[in-house]
């Protein structure tokens, strides 16, 4: 949805508000296309004598993985953003800047970087996810395995090697 800049630049104080869902289920992020959920923005585009400003929200739900055990997860992501628009194709790029390229502006172009930015890298099912086991790959929130007493890290293998060998002279 494209909002028409020119409707807004020609009076002291005006108004344009935005309610819309939009389609993000080709963005890829990490590897996986998590927005399989619409995706709702809203707010509004205002001047105020001549300084154009976009307010708006992003709200959707991210979907993944724990980190840990890989079991799915919906995540409710949501992000806010208050932007004033600037169409000085010098004007350096700033946290509360946009630089526009026409006389209109889409909406998700602000928004849409805004809820990216809240994607964490990793989430947990639960802060105590005991994960997959590395060796049999169970769900170690659901069966306990004894593979970790079985398995030795082959790194401190010569050092089981050397406890058995002192172990076996003191029975001698």
Do not use: W
Request: some cysteine.
């Amino acid at each position: 949805m494209k909002i028409d800049l020119k409707k807004l630049t020609a009076s002291q104080h005006a108004v344009i508000p935005f309610d819309e869902e939009i389609d993000l289920k080709e963005e890829t992020l990490y590897g996986a296309k998590p927005f399989q959920s619409p995706v709702r923005i809203s707010g509004e585009v205002s001047s105020d004598n001549g300084v154009l400003r976009l307010r708006g929200s992003i709200k959707t739900i991210y979907s993944t993985a724990c980190a840990r055990c890989l079991k799915p997860l919906d995540i409710l992501l949501s992000a806010e953003a208050d932007m004033i628009l600037s169409d000085d194709p010098g004007a350096e790029e700033e946290d509360d800047l946009f630089v526009l390229t026409g006389d209109s502006v889409d909406p998700a172009d602000v928004l849409v970087p805004a809820l990216i930015l809240q994607v964490q890298m990793t989430y947990l099912c639960k802060e105590d996810c005991k994960g997959l086991c590395p060796h049999c790959g169970a769900d170690r929130n659901e069966v306990d395995c004894d593979c970790d007493k079985k398995q030795i890290d082959p790194r401190f293998a010569a050092l089981r090697a050397l406890l058995n060998s002192d172990e076996d002279e003191g029975k001698s």
